[in-house]
């Protein structure tokens, strides 16, 4: 076919283009509108986060992003270790004044047996005012512009930021009162409703009298929502614009630690009233949806199925960075910026990755600051010394890669639900069908394979560096262990073989029924990669003989089948909300079950021994009575089983060389604003590691050269022979 002169021009203009392309930067930017020097940082998420209403929210997907949002009023100092609490909005750590059961006040040194309440009363900075939304804009006459809306109002509108207006105004007292009582509205389904209940003063009366109002504005048609404010909660307290006052029963030392949690962040009533009309919730746009805080950061994009966007609040109080932290910080370059005013980075951008491949390819391209290191990416990123410690490989090294090492105080194990008719209960039979699962599942198996060794196999629900874990011989679960050549080894399978057939099912079949046992395990898993950990689990279910149907659900799914109590064997995880054995062990405490209660306890788990001793531990200052009662709670935890208590992980984080200030603070959940970047840098190294490879192209050009050239000749040469007989 001839070559005609106007298809061969666009050839060759085609062909410059496409080679000339590389010059204004890398080809393979998944950002290729935003700045290169743009001060956004980049990170990812897996799941789509179910609750950001701090009242609900209790995930670690869910506090990335209300965790720079809002503000309770202490958080942890960032650099010191072990955790400190500090002020964030209140003007200092609050200290209990103890009252006797008449109301009145005792010494600063009473009698415990005598202390019948705790008084915290938490003073507020002024001046602290909450991002721009549209809950606090008004309108001519100064009364609210979007509180009565209509659906032909909100027509076209998908987001909070469609609202042309906002307004803003001073975080106040009652904000925080407020948002207390919310957690006490059954309406709400706080998961700390079952906690708080037994804690603070007027806290079940409250629950009950909300019910009744809003019963009655039902009956009357008056919509559902109840403005909290105007009932009063004994226990919650405004005394003043700037001042209010929690009352609890006895001694409970552990509300410190609540109080730098979103839980106990404002909530302004306005808010809860501008997000009550229900033209706003079939339009999802909820308090569960679009959080409202006075923190560094607000929530401008939910876009759960592809990205979701962190900006700086323009009305954030003065906070500076540190200038102080632990001995090393200085040296590591943590405190370069001490005293400066925080935030640093302008914007993040959370893109949705539910593959850990493509994410860490990406990472290494520099498109992300921050990554994790799973399983398939370990041996490229690491070196394991010979004395066991953890360098960057030299390929990292060249990156300028910076490697973060920290012990989370964080449990992953299986759990069995104790309501299920077959792996619950509390017969011997049960137990003993618990002991030889327990046995069966390796977990040093699991770290080896999946961590690439970094954890440690759990014996029992507290981990290493909170008060009451116990190590060595006397922490060691007997049921599932046994002491050999000075340490705990696993039991061999012929125990859990034993403890099987004496359960009922010698082999994995039942003597009644000669049925095979097949039991179910309810899991999450997103991405191909979790196929291996899903064979794992079947895998160690079969060493006993037992069938093992695993039931993939999407994360909402999973989470709404275990509030439900419908799962028969589960894998969970807890991260410590803070530094106390009374936050793991009250996930085996029986009142917070979570299918009968809505509490965290999602094994609903129910020993009257345990939850006694519970009680008493609980308000108990650390020490060896604390102590003794902590060992017995444990052990029967270890004789009922309900759970394979799995491992404690050691978190590893990669850093890229223009990310600063970067430190793991394993309980602090709003460490963003103390990040800086540099993106200059980053620009630079992002166009260096991602430079397109032409010389491909130049030899396919070559290769076209030598079979068009000689097309072109004749072309021409025929060109010219009718032009002359012309």
Known sequence: MRVGGKALRTAVVALVLLLGGGCGGPWNDPYPYARPDANTLYASFQEQPRHLDPARAYSSDEYTFIGPVYEPPLQYAYLERPYQLVPLTATRVPKPHYLDAQGDPLGPHPDPDRIAYSVYTIHLRHGIRYQPHPAFAKGPRGKPRYLHLTASELSGYSSITDFPHTGTRELVASDYVYEIKRLAD???????????????????????????????????????????SRIPMKGAQATGRYTFRIEVKGRYPQLRYWLAMPFFAPVPPEVARFYSQKVLRDRNLTLDQYPVGTGAYMLSENNPNRRMVLVQNPNFHHESYPDSGMPGDRKAGLLKDAGKPLPFIHRVVFSLEKENIPYWNKFLQGYYDMSGISSDSFDQAINIGSQGGAHLTRSMKAKGMQLKAAAAPTIFYMGFNMLDPLVGGYSERARKLRQAISIAVNYESFIAIFLNGRGIAAQGPIPPGIFGHQGGRAGMDPYVYQWKSGHAVRKPMQAARQLLARAGYPGGVSAKTGQPLLLHLDISASGPEDKARLDWYRKQFDRLGVQLVIRNTSYNRFQQKMADGNAQI???????????PQNFLSLLYGPNGKAKYHGENVANYHDPEFDRLYQKMRAMPDGPKRLAIIRRMVHIAQRDAPWIWGFYPENYTLYQSWLHNAKPNMMANNTLKYLRLDPRERARDRDRWNHPVLWPLWAVAGVLALLVVPGVVTFLRRERRGARRK
């Open 186 to 228: 059954p309406h709400v389904h706080s998961p700390i409703f079952s906690l708080m209940q037994d804690h603070i003063v007027g806290f079940k009366a409250f629950a009950k009298r909300v019910t009744q109002v809003r019963a009655r504005r039902e009956e009357a048609g008056k919509g559902a929502f109840v403005d909290l």
């Open 570 to 580: 589960f894998v969970w995880g807890w991260n410590a909300d803070y530094p106390d």
